[in-house]
């Protein structure tokens, strides 16, 4: 399965193509770790960490392809076994990374490199989504509104809100390098997690879940772009309130 040109097609069309390069060069290494004792006693290390990433991505192929609960026995096979998802780089585990922690590590980025983090978290959107939009962001943004609209097999991308400090920020092409957010102390992707979390419990929860592709498509626009209006101004104050009080000058500018 691992050397299916469609499985490469597929991690192309849903990852950074250095990710999805990395991952399609690394599957055939680990197909045969997969479930396997000799794989629990390797060192936690980066390298496994590694391998755990590839092993991920071919189960959820493989249930896509086959209708199967691969990926699903996978992370239950991980817990029985104790096989943690962190390592070195990323000494935090991700589930104990608090907003303050987040938002304190962002200050410590470069500044295009934070912006693009802080986009990150208030929009919600996927890494490379989130790229694509940060660099031309002119093309998307309408009255602090983003709208995006994309369908991309299993990942869907709605609308979401422009945070109005960051709005003139952006259109900026970024020499992108996982490793300019090694400071961030969690994957990028945790961002994501974070937006919904303070959508849904602080905005609507409905709206939180239309905003992160959850939940309707191109044809319902005209019902959640209202809606998304609606609760523009309370969007803003939410995230400023969180924003000016943690990130200070990352966000103000001097």
């Given at each position: 399965m691992s050397a299916d040109p469609a499985y490469k097609e597929w991690l192309y069309s849903n990852k950074n193509p250095r990710?999805?390069?990395?991952?399609?060069?690394?599957?055939?290494l680990i197909v045969d770790l997969l479930f396997a004792e000799n794989f629990v006693s390797m060192p936690s290390n980066r390298s496994k960490h590694d391998d755990l990433r590839a092993m991920g991505n071919l189960c959820r192929y493989h249930d896509i392809k086959h209708d199967t609960n691969l990926h699903e026995e996978f992370i239950s096979w991980l817990k029985k076994k104790e096989i943690k998802w962190n390592n070195d780089n990323y000494s935090?585990?991700?589930?104990?990374?608090?907003?303050?922690?987040?938002?304190?590590?962002?200050?410590?980025?470069?500044?295009?490199?934070?912006?693009?983090?802080?986009?990150?978290?208030?929009?919600?959107l996927r890494t490379l989504e989130a790229r694509t939009v940060f660099e031309n962001h002119k093309n998307f943004c309408h009255n602090g509104i983003l709208e995006i609209f994309w369908n991309r097999k299993t990942k869907k991308t709605n609308a979401t809100f422009c945070f109005p400090t960051l709005h003139d920020r952006m259109d900026k092409k970024l020499i992108f390098d996982y490793d300019h957010f090694k400071k961030l102390g969690c994957e990028l992707r945790y961002l994501r997690k974070l937006n919904f979390t303070i959508n849904a419990t602080k905005i609507d929860p409905l709206l939180a879940e239309f905003m992160q592709g959850r939940r309707g498509n191109?044809?319902?626009?005209?019902?959640?772009?209202?809606?998304?209006?609606?609760h523009k101004k309370k969007w803003i104050k939410v995230w400023k309130s969180i924003l000016i009080n943690k990130t200070k000058r990352v966000v103000l500018g001097d």
């Open positions: 990710y999805a390069r990395y991952i399609w060069l690394r599957s055939p935090i585990p991700k589930e104990q990374l608090s907003l303050n922690s987040v938002l304190k590590n962002i200050t410590k980025l470069n500044p295009i490199y934070s912006d693009f983090a802080l986009f990150m978290l208030t929009s919600g191109v044809s319902q626009r005209h019902y959640f772009l209202p809606m998304m209006n609606t």
